[in-house]
């Protein structure tokens, strides 16, 4: 049944990571009776066992659901929940080109944090209408008044309206949906018989079915048996199925303008696809694109290798079945000396990095160890030619680059104002430089900053909670590229290079990291029979060395007497046996090394 453009609400629920946002969602399933009691359980919206492990919203999730306001009118309300870690922006921003609205979650009790800040100026980017929402009202220490003063003095958005909610006990919950009713706009335009244009803003890919495209109908209407044509790509397919989510998939005999909802049809490679593109009738459809969506470039790269050389074909059917759930995850196969054959993979960030291994982990059953996440580099060479390269070994000789730029992020830490200057020590130590601080409020204080992406890739973000005892938050946006002293470290074992533990470091951290990682190696590969030296080397130019000590026998222990000679030439044959060994050895490096190495940590730890 056709329901009425003025009685649709499209609108997405935004936050900052652990403010409540998927709780809320629960409620409103819950008040709307979208879904079955029986069936609702916490985090309702988030499929994967990793979301509900780490509290964290991967990917978006769409839902309709019939509500009937005070008023007496239904209203169709299509919510969108969306993630709130920045390696996962892409996502939020591909919800809100389907919405009108966005409900912004904020703890009463931690106040606005990094990621509040930039998802709200992304819904102000997409001229979504914000409606502020003050979540976790039942905790001791929540201040509702003080954090709804933050909003109006952070944000410039105005708290008309006191929606103050505990989205665990339900409280405050029917104010939301009422004034989402009447503060979120209905959508525009919609004509049933205009020609077909709807927004795809997601795809994921099912075995049986194909590739399943999220759609946000604009004008005119879906149903199955049209032959619809993807505008951007060209690709045309005839529709086997639409439906609605309720949260699973229902399918409908028609969408009509204002909804959201999914088709199926013949299309079998999710690449065919483009996230933003427009949907239309093959025959006589519309020629204009609807404003879409930046293509995503992944900014973090990491080559993923199987433990077991056997694996390497299970290991690339996994991350296939990844990508076609992630089109923001991209892979091509690379080889290595020291780990063999394997796949360079580029991630949107850490936690994106993270989620992705150990998918692999648990959904593939795979063992594979990982190298040391890495960034692009721009290399300008002596004839003018410029490259980009993310793996070190790429790198051209040192003699034919003119310069090398790296990727910087401008970046907006929320720490507590006694905090201030340690936050401001971290930043200068990693290469950053402040450019301003504010005062949030009595406590904490905003501190904005310019840093190369590769000085936060590791442990930054563990530092920046350690030293504010956890109060700390960050958010940080792509800032173009800036010219640096960028070399490449090699690390020697036995004099031989192992290109796995290749970096790209800046001059003057190279000699730090380059002890670092000799330690670990020192402490983590068992001792062969012959002294083995671990080096660090820019060029020819040896930084750092540790030595991993020798077996020691005994050779005397058998002497029983005689002269002192007797014992010496023991020793002597010993020193040439092992002098020889050390020549044509090999030593054996086991995974346990790699390991410690990517980690920073020495296998005591």
């Known amino acids: 049944m056709q329901t009425k453009l003025e009685n649709i609400r499209n609108f997405c629920i935004i936050a900052h990571i652990d403010h409540g946002k998927t709780t809320l969602s629960d409620r409103i399933l819950e008040l709307t009776r979208a879904i ?64 009108e609205g966005a409900v912004l979650v904020v703890d009463a009790a931690q106040g606005v944090e990094a990621q509040t800040v930039a998802n709200t100026y992304l819904a102000i980017d997409n001229n979504l209408e914000i409606l502020p929402v003050l979540n976790k009202v039942d905790l001791p220490g929540a201040d509702a008044e003080s954090v709804a003063h933050q909003i109006e003095e952070v944000l410039g958005i105005a708290v008309d309206e006191k929606l103050y909610v505990s989205a665990k006990t339900g409280e405050g919950v029917p104010a939301v949906l009422e004034a989402i009713v009447r503060h979120v706009p209905p959508p525009v335009g919609g004509s049933p018989g205009a020609p077909l244009r709807a927004l795809v803003f997601d795809s994921v890919f099912d075995v049986y079915r194909g590739v399943i495209t999220y759609v946000r109908v604009v004008d005119g ?46 299309i079998k490679d999710p690449a065919d696809i483009k996230i933003g593109d427009t949907v239309t009738t093959a025959k006589d459809g519309a020629k204009e694109l609807l404003p879409g969506f930046k293509e995503v470039h992944p900014m973090v790269f990491s080559g993923i290798y199987p433990v077991s050389t056997d694996e390497y074909e299970k290991v690339r059917a996994g991350l296939e079945k990844l990508h076609l759930n992630d089109s923001a995850f991209t892979f091509h196969p690379e080889s290595s000396i020291a780990l063999g054959f394997g796949f360079r993979c580029g991630f949107l960030g850490l936690l994106h990095m993270e989620v992705v291994q150990e998918r692999l982990r648990r959904e593939f059953d ?240």
């Open 36 to 99: 079955d009691l029986r069936q609702l359980r916490e985090q309702t919206l988030d499929a994967m066992d990793l979301e509900r492990e780490r509290g964290i919203t991967i990917k978006s999730h769409p839902v309709s659901m019939m509500y009937t306001a005070q008023d007496g009118v239904s209203y169709l309300l299509n919510l969108i929940d969306t993630p709130g870690h920045v390696d996962f922006t892409y996502e939020v921003s591909r919800s809100m080109g389907a919405c």
């Open 221 to 266: 209407t879906l149903q199955a048996g049209d032959t619809i044509s993807f505008i951007s790509s060209g690709q045309t397919t005839l529709l086997r199925e639409v439906g609605i989510f309720s949260p699973d998939q229902k399918p409908v005999e028609v969408l009509y303008p204002g909804q959201v909802g999914y088709l199926v049809g013949t």
């Open 366 to 605: 795979l063992d594979i160890i990982s190298t040391h996440p890495a960034v692009v580099y721009k290399i300008e060479k002596n004839d003018g030619e410029l490259i980009e390269i993310d793996n070190p070994v790429l790198l051209p000789d040192i003699t034919r680059i003119t310069k090398i730029e790296e990727p910087v992020i401008k970046a907006t830490i929320i720490c507590p104002g006694e905090c201030i200057g340690d936050m401001m020590r971290i930043v200068m130590e990693r290469r950053g430089e402040v450019v301003a601080t504010e005062s949030l409020d009595v406590t904490r204080v905003i501190i904005t900053c310019v840093m190369p992406l590769n000085e936060i890739l590791v442990d930054f973000h563990d530092m920046l909670k350690s030293v504010s005892r956890g109060y700390a938050s960050m958010d940080y946006e792509p800032h173009g590229y800036q010219q640096s002293d960028i070399v490449k470290m090699d690390i020697l074992l036995n004099g031989e290079v192992v290109d796995a533990f290749s970096c790209m470091v800046h001059r003057d951290k190279a000699v730090g990291h380059g002890r670092k990682i000799c330690k670990a190696l020192s402490e983590s590969i068992p001792p062969h029979m012959f002294k083995i030296p671990v080096q660090a080397a820019i060029g020819r130019n040896i930084i750092a060395r540790e030595d991993i000590r020798p077996f020691r026998k005994d050779v005397t222990a058998k002497l029983y007497g005689g002269d002192v000679t007797r014992k010496q030439k023991l020793l002597k044959k010993q020193k040439e046996g092992k002098k020889r060994m050390k020549e044509f050895g090999q030593v054996n490096v086991p995974q346990s090394a790699f390991i410690a190495v990517l980690k920073g940590k020495s296998s005591d730890d």
